[in-house]
Antibody
Framework: EVQLVESGGGLVQPGGSLKLSCAAS????????MHWVRQASGKGLEWVGR??????????AYAASVKGRFTISRDDSKNTAYLQMNSLKTEDTAVYYC??????????????WGQGTLVTVSS | DIQMTQSPSSLSASVGDRVTITCRAS??????LNWYQQKPGKAPKLLIY???SLQSGVPSRFSGSGSGTDFTLTISSLQPEDFATYYC?????????FGQGTKLEIK
């Protein structure tokens, strides 16, 4: 059974840093890209970024709203993806989900999601 | 970047109704369009991928259609458990993008 479990959320002051983890199981993690998606309270889903597999050079991409502040990494030996968040702003307050894209009929929908971890940026 | 626009933003309907939600992409995305259902406090759930393919385990009352820039999600006969928020999402290019959501409420 595929499982994604996020951890590391919490309360942080503006300008601070936080590192989220996404522990994966039930599939070949090393062969899969991993994405992060966030959702502010009462708002829609916002794509944050992704990291590809080793076969794709661990390539990363980010939303414009977080580029230069957030970094996605992975440790395939631990089946874990990470989201390092620096220079946090109040507008980064959200539930953060990790999710897996899976190849279906030429498309890459997000077929499994974690339960989410809440990040609150406030003084 | 590709912008996704859903309509309507909210919708009131009754059990048994047929409901259609529309999603429009700012440029052609072929059939790389996915639909998700989200209930309060829960992670999104994949319903439809590649515009019209039903994800395993999803009831057949859900269907999707479209290609290029215009897409629809149809629920043929609303059930009580279908009242939720629905999102479209393009997987054609990076950055990935979602529609703003359609909240389906009980009339």
């Amino acid at each position: 059974e595929v499982q994604l479990v996020e951890s590391g959320g919490g309360l942080v002051q503006p300008g601070g840093s936080l590192k989220l983890s996404c522990a994966a199981s039930g599939f070949t993690f090393s062969g899969s890209a991993m994405h992060w998606v966030r959702q502010a309270s009462g708002k829609g889903l916002e794509w944050v970024g992704r990291i590809r597999s080793k076969a794709n050079s661990y390539a990363t991409a980010y939303a414009a709203s977080v580029k230069g502040r957030f970094t996605i990494s992975r440790d395939d030996s631990k089946n874990t993806a990470y989201l390092q968040m620096n220079s946090l702003k109040t507008e980064d307050t959200a539930v953060y989900y990790c999710t897996r894209p899976y190849f279906y009929s030429g498309s890459y929908p997000f077929d499994y999601w974690g339960q989410g971890t809440l990040v609150t940026v406030s003084s | 970047d590709i912008q996704m626009t859903q309509s309507p933003s909210s919708l009131s309907a009754s059990v048994g109704d047929r409901v259609t939600i529309t999603c429009r992409a700012s440029q052609s995305i072929s059939s790389y369009l996915n639909w998700y259902q989200q209930k309060p406090g829960k992670a999104p759930k994949l319903l439809i991928y590649a515009a019209s393919s039903l994800q395993s385990g999803v009831p057949s009352r859900f269907s999707g259609s479209g290609s290029g820039t215009d897409f629809t999600l149809t629920i043929s006969s609303l059930q009580p458990e279908d009242f939720a928020t629905y999102y479209c999402q393009q997987s054609y290019s990076t950055p990935r993008s979602f529609g703003q959501g359609t909240k389906l409420e009980i009339k």
